[in-house]
Nanobody, 127 residues
Framework: QVQLVESGGGLVQAGGSLRLSCTAS????????VGWFRQVPGKEREFVSG????????DYADSVKGRFTISRDNAKNTVYLQMNSLAPEDTAVYYC????????????????????WGQGTQVTISS
């Protein structure tokens, strides 16, 4: 079992930056692949970015490529999402999710692939 807590959300102007953190407790985070998702009211939760357990392979939704960067610090049991050049359409509740896996290089793109979720952090971008 692992517990996830997101932080770092807030209100920023378009063009600004935020760094989200997802900190895990309960188990060794290095055993988990991690994903960031976001959701706006009335829409399904969508994949934003993912990072593999072992080789730190990463991937991004097309809408955030070149603007967002995911990274992990296993010593701190934390995964980060650096978000630059933010736009109003990035406004959403952002969730991190974790999945225990033996596959060191796999990234998971679907909500059903993840076992553990944080409570979410609100990101609001003003125009």
């Amino acid at each position: 079992q692992v517990q996830l807590v997101e932080s770092g959300g807030g209100l920023v102007q378009a063009g600004g930056s935020l760094r989200l953190s997802c900190t895990a407790s309960g188990r060794t985070f290095s055993s988990y692949a991690v994903g960031w998702f976001r959701q706006v009211p009335g829409k399904e939760r969508e994949f934003v970015s993912g990072i593999a357990r072992a080789d730190r392979s990463t991937d991004y939704a097309d809408s955030v490529k070149g603007r967002f960067t995911i990274s992990r610090d296993n010593a701190k049991n934390t995964v980060y999402l650096q978000m630059n050049s933010l736009a109003p359409e990035d406004t959403a509740v952002y969730y991190c999710a974790a999945r225990a896996t033996s596959a060191g290089t796999s990234i998971y793109y679907y909500t059903y692939s993840y076992n553990f979720w944080g409570q979410g952090t609100q990101v609001t971008i003003s125009s």
